[in-house]
């Protein structure tokens, strides 16, 4: 007798809120991904003149060093231009950075590692330069910093403080391909989204903009309302540095700060395969819409590279400028996510690994979509079992690896014309002896609907 898991997929044509087709490779973006994009217009020009400016010493304990946001200017024309100088001055920057970190404040480490990391990504370091870099980048994680580590500030602060720190955290994660640390991050992210049974252990300063004062969340809830007002969206731990609550309301900073962590982590976890733009009523979003509709507070200043990331993902189309200008942990997004390189048509692979005998949902199975020898994208499944994919129309190998299970590999047509496909297979375990026995046998069911 033999052990099974089940792998439950869906494939559905132009999702209506996620249209982006992701990459496999690249914390933030990939080279792949650059190379059609014009080096040419005002966005590409802003990014230029950062670039060739001069560059001092990333200073990590300075929460306003605006250095690590130049560093990722480099490795962005680097990895567009291939012109190797600019590869040359984002190592010496990432090597410079290590020590730097001294005496800080998680906040200041929130805001700075990030372009950092994803700099390091971009131009990839040397393999030494990348060893010791991997090692400090370890090490910093849950490293004491006056009473805080990165972790346990993104654990606590439910807040521009924690946001902040949980996109550090996992772009640590996905630099060193930390599954366990992307998987726990990706649950306290869902939680501050507002799904207190993924994560609930947020410690809350005054509720007076919370939906439900008695289950405090990071983003109200669908539809909250207060005194006749919406309050759907809010980020309440970041309104509340304007005051208790009040209408008309203030025009709060700390929120567009909040939603500087929060939306780096989106897009991290988005391209690490999570469902996470839908998450909690797409809550994000809902945010984003507050602030427009109700405060009638559109981003300013270095807020300004906001809107292209929500406008990309969930095709809107919020004020934007032409040129961005450079956040405090993520800039030029007006260059790499601008309107025109939203894709036109993509299909969503969402499904889940689960084990038929026991019922318990099978976590961090990595799954690769393959063409030729490219490895288009890549997803790991989540605490309950889950993955996504988005990708263009084409036939692919879907493989599945797992520590426990042989390896399988599936080819898949993915038509433009199909509305669904979907299909359950089953994995073997390499240890026939390590879970209970169901019949032998292992079968394939698709069902296509047009």
Not at 75 to 96: D, H, K, T
Not at 270 to 299: C, I, T, Y
Request: hydrophobic letters at 40%.
């Amino acid at each position: 007798m033999k052990v099974f898991t089940v792998l439950f997929m869906t494939l559905v044509l132009i999702c209506p809120q996620i249209l982006f087709a992701q990459a496999a490779h690249g914390i933030w973006i990939s080279a792949n991904e650059l190379v059609d994009i014009p080096m040419q217009g005002s966005a590409w020009e802003a990014l230029k003149k950062a670039a060739d400016s001069p560059l001092s010493v990333p200073n990590l304990s300075n929460q306003d060093d605006k250095s690590d946001v130049i560093v990722l200017a480099k490795a962005l024309v680097f990895a567009r231009s291939n012109e190797p100088s600019y590869r040359q001055e984002v190592i010496e920057a990432c090597m410079g950075a290590m020590g730097t970190e001294t005496g800080s404040r998680t906040l200041a480490l929130g805001r700075n590692i990030v372009p950092i990391v994803i700099a390091a990504d971009l131009v990839g370091l040397p393999d030494a330069e990348n060893e010791t870099f991997r090692k400090w980048l370890n090490e910093l994680l849950y490293r004491d910093f006056e009473g805080r580590t990165i972790v346990s500030t993104h654990a606590d602060r439910p807040n521009n403080w924690g946001t902040h720190a949980g996109a550090t955290r996992l772009a640590i994660a996905l630099y060193l391909d930390d599954m366990r640390e992307i998987q726990t991050a990706a649950q306290v992210f869902k939680g501050y989204l507002g799904d207190r049974n993924s994560y609930a252990g947020f410690d809350y300063g005054d509720l007076d903009w919370q939906a439900n004062p008695d289950k405090p969340v990071g983003i109200n809830p669908k539809d909250a309302v207060k005194q006749g007002h919406s309050i759907d969206g809010v980020l309440p731990d970041d309104q509340r540095r304007g005051g208790g609550f009040q209408w008309p309301p203030p025009k709060e900073n700390y929120v567009y700060e909040g939603l500087q962590g929060a939306l780096a982590q989106a897009v991290m976890l988005h391209r690490a395969g999570f469902n996470v733009w839908n998450w909690e009523d797409m809550a994000l979003l809902r945010s984003f819409q507050w602030l427009h509709e109700k405060a009638d507070f559109p981003a300013e200043g270095d807020d300004t590279w906001q809107p292209f990331i929500v406008n990309y993902y969930y095709h809107k189309n919020f004020p934007a400028p032409e040129v961005s200008r450079p956040g405090k942990n993520i800039g030029w997004t007006c260059w790499t996510h601008s309107p025109e390189r939203q894709p036109k048509q993509s299909i969503d692979i969402t499904g889940f690994l689960r084990n038929t005998k026991l019922g318990n949902y099978i976590i961090d199975a990595r799954l690769q979509l393959v063409q030729g020898t490219n490895v288009v994208s890549e997803a790991v499944t989540d605490s309950t079992g889950q993955f996504l994919f988005t990708v263009s129309p084409g036939t692919y190998t879907l493989i599945i690896t797992h520590s426990v299970f042989k390896s399988l590999s599936k080819q898949l047509v993915l038509n433009p014309d199909q509305a669904v496909l979907s299909m359950i297979l089953y994995l073997e375990p390499q240890d026939e002896n390590i879970a209970p026995d169901i019949p032998d046998g292992v079968q394939v069911h698709v069902k296509v609907t047009m």
